[in-house]
């Protein structure tokens, strides 16, 4: 049994001002939600940092400098489309510029050894965002500049892990034949972006290395425990991360208004804890969890309450849920990927 890591978490009332329009699912109040929770369950429990902007060169490390001017000029107009389901206030553009560097912010504080888990309360979300594209609600891809990041602090094997709802194709396109950044996702493959499938591992030199688990409609929290008991541990064991980074999404919550799975903020407990768990045995990995969906703010927030509990130690009870439905999984995941040799055997 591992003892309660010192936490630390990122919030900024600044995110507010990203204004997506009336009845945009990505709201201010998502986070208002969750910080009214922080206050009122978690007084003064953890270690509280306000954002920090990313600079420049950490933005383009990731994303091309004619789409960060393009996301750079929203800053003049009250109102833009930046894609069809993503839109820009004129503050948006100061918003993604914090939720980027929150998570690079976070990063730092892990590395620097002042917190082994992080958790940054940002939005826009990133996870959707490519290098010169919005979409999904997302401007930055946060998630992807915080590996970038770490990289240019000489890491050398880090592991992002999407249990959003949806694919984070846009993380997944930034590392695609790399091998120094592992992408493992969870998701609904007939829902957005509709990538994501069992066959997209990687190419080149990151064959092996983007690890994608298709999940049915109705997923509940036996199945989505009983899934990452069997491979995320695999994966870490194998792989060994010197940095674990969550794209911790919470629509596959079975109240989230756009999602179809089955979870209930249990799942999100043991996920934590089961996460927190699994750093090498001698030398944790520090974990890094950055906001991405979640459209239910009320829901977010008891999810979110749940995380913490979970990394705190808590949750542990579902860890040993066994689910004829993940097993089946498991064998795809493990036939698609048996010829890369990466994480299976
Ligand atoms: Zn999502």
Not at 75 to 95: M, P, V
Not at 294 to 302: E, T
């Amino acid at each position: 049994m591992k003892s309660q890591p010192h936490i630390g978490i990122i919030r900024d009332q600044r995110f507010g001002l990203h204004k997506t329009g009336l009845s945009h699912p990505e709201s201010p109040e998502r986070l208002a939600a969750p910080y009214r929770m922080l206050d009122y369950e978690f007084p003064g429990e953890f270690t509280e940092l306000s954002a920090q902007l990313a600079t420049l060169e950490q933005i383009e490390a990731v994303h091309l400098p004619p789409y960060v001017a393009m996301v750079l000029a929203t800053a003049k107009r009250r109102f833009t489309n930046l894609a069809a389901d993503t839109t820009a206030c004129a503050d948006s553009y100061l918003a993604a510029w914090l939720a980027a560097g929150a998570c690079v912010q976070g990063v730092d504080a892990l590395l620097d050894g002042r917190m082994q888990v992080c958790l940054a309360l940002v939005r826009p979300p990133g996870h959707h965002a490519l290098p010169a594209k919005a979409g999904g609600f997302c401007i930055f891809n946060n998630l992807a500049i915080a590996a970038r990041h770490a990289q240019k602090r000489g890491l050398q094997r880090i592991l992002i892990l999407d249990w959003d709802l949806h694919h984070g194709n846009g993380i997944q396109d930034i590392f695609y034949d790399e091998k120094e950044v592992f992408y493992l996702s969870s998701h609904h493959c007939q829902s957005y972006p509709h990538s994501g499938m069992w066959e997209e591992t990687g190419q080149d030199l990151g064959q092996g290395y983007t690890l994608n688990l298709c999940i049915p409609g109705g997923f509940g929290d036996r199945d989505i425990m009983h899934l990452y008991r069997e491979i995320l541990t695999q994966v870490v064991e194998r792989f060994g991360p010197q940095l674990i980074l969550v794209a911790c999404g919470f629509d596959a919550h079975a109240e989230d208004p756009l999602g179809n799975c089955a979870l209930s903020a249990e799942a999100f407990a043991g996920l934590a804890a089961l996460v927190r768990t699994l750093g090498p045995q001698d030398n944790d990995a520090p974990l890094l969890l950055a906001l991405e969906g979640g459209y239910d703010p009320a829901v977010l927030a008891s999810c979110l309450r749940r995380v913490l509990e979970g990394l705190s130690g808590a949750g542990e009870q579902v860890w040993r849920a066994d689910s004829p439905k993940a097993a089946e999984l498991v064998t795809r995941a493990k036939g698609v990927h048996q010829a890369f040799g990466v994480w299976t055997g």
